[in-house]
């Protein structure tokens, strides 16, 4: 008879996996209770020292799914850092989503995992319609101990020479297709719309060209 216990129904029959050392099972998925987790999916996980500053759930991919028994399912996972949590903290070109794939490795009871969710890259992230609350983007890996990031180099854009932030509306430049900030034009999204924009450094090289025509 199937009995249930904390919410895990009991299986009548053992899982499929690989049989290690010590009662393990290595497993390649994982159900719980209707949803399946399998090796390579990001997921959300409590985070047992929550603050106001942190939210509650911390990001990160599943490596490894450790079958003991019903009661014991540990699950090996590589953790995402939010900007707020690495050393440098929270930077202006970083997005409200932004995750960075640390080398943090962390064992938690699959009890912990409170659902899915999706790390994109920042291009797919970009193209998104609509951000829905379980999508993510990174473009940094994080070394927890050290608070290097890899790679330590990213393009600028714009006068401010800011690497790109997804929640920070730009414009094109017509002439040379640089990207702007709206904020650092002072430029409205409202006045933006239909903007034939063209930035300082083409519409002062155009005034040299025709000074020196007219000449
Ligand atoms: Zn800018
Ligand atoms: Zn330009």
């Known amino acids: 008879m199937a009995r249930t216990r904390g919410g895990l129904t009991r299986r009548s029959t053992k899982p499929e996996g690989t049989a ?31 603050t106001a500053e942190l939210p509650a759930a911390l990001v990160a991919r599943i490596e490894g ?25 929270a930077q202006r070109f970083h997005g409200r989503k932004e995750v960075f794939l640390s080398d943090h490795w962390q064992v938690v009871s699959v009890r912990a995992i409170e659902g899915k969710c999706t790390v994109h890259s920042l291009e797919d992230y970009m193209k998104l319609g609509n951000v829905g609350a379980a999508d993510y983007f990174c473009r940094f890996e994080y070394a927890h101990e ?20 997804p929640d920070l509306p730009m414009i094109h430049c017509r002439e040379c297709r640089h990207r702007y900030h709206l904020k650092c034009l002072g430029v ?19 005034e040299c060209v025709s000074s020196v025509t007219n000449s």
């Open 65 to 89: 799914i450790d079958f003991y028994s019903v009661n014991k399912v540990d699950v090996h996972v590589r953790r995402y850092y939010r900007p707020e949590e690495t050393f440098e903290g």
């Open 188 to 206: 409205t999204i409202e006045e933006a719309n239909g903007l034939n924009y063209v930035c300082s450094e083409c519409s002062s090289r155009k």
């Open 20 to 50: 290690s050392a010590a009662g393990r099972t290595r497993l390649e998925s994982y159900t719980i209770p209707t949803t399946t987790y399998r090796v390579g999916d990001c997921v959300l996980i409590s985070r047992p020292n929550a």
């Open 146 to 165: 050290t608070g290097a990031f890899h790679p330590n180099y990213v393009p600028v854009y714009c006068i401010c020479e800011m690497p790109r932030n």
